[in-house]
Nanobody, 119 residues
Framework: QVQLVESGGGLVQAGGSLRLSCASS????????MGWYRQAPGKQRDLVAD???????NYDDSVRGRFTISRDNAKNTVYLQMNSLKPEDTAVYYC?????????????WGQGTQVTVSS
């Protein structure tokens, strides 16, 4: 069984910073890509950033230059450093990881963490 547990969300003023963490645990043989998505009320869940096992990163245009995704393969953890936050960044943030277990390779999701940016 695999679990993804997120932490680090909260309330911050515009221009502030937050750092999200997502730790994977369970019967993990390896992890392919890891990423962060977000979903604002009434909107679809969209990719924010992802990182491959080799360290190649990809960002949505709306966060490029402000957010930085990174991963610690030894800890099976992915991070999202969010700087210069804007009210439009307000959403529930979900981490996702494509994980290889002894039985299968699947995409797993965290439970979500709320990020609220006040103006």
């Amino acid at each position: 069984q695999v679990q993804l547990v997120e932490s680090g969300g909260g309330l911050v003023q515009a221009g502030g910073s937050l750092r999200l963490s997502c730790a994977s645990s369970g019967s993990i043989l390896s992890i392919d890509s890891m990423g962060w998505y977000r979903q604002a009320p009434g909107k679809q869940r969209d990719l924010v950033a992802d990182v491959t096992s080799g360290g190649h990163t990809n960002y949505d245009d709306s966060v490029r230059g402000r957010f930085t995704i990174s991963r610690d393969n030894a800890k099976n953890t992915v991070y999202l450093q969010m700087n210069s936050l804007k009210p439009e960044d307000t959403a529930v943030y979900y981490c996702s990881a494509r994980i290889v277990t002894p039985l299968r390779r699947l995409n797993y999701w965290g439970q979500g963490t709320q990020v609220t940016v006040s103006s």
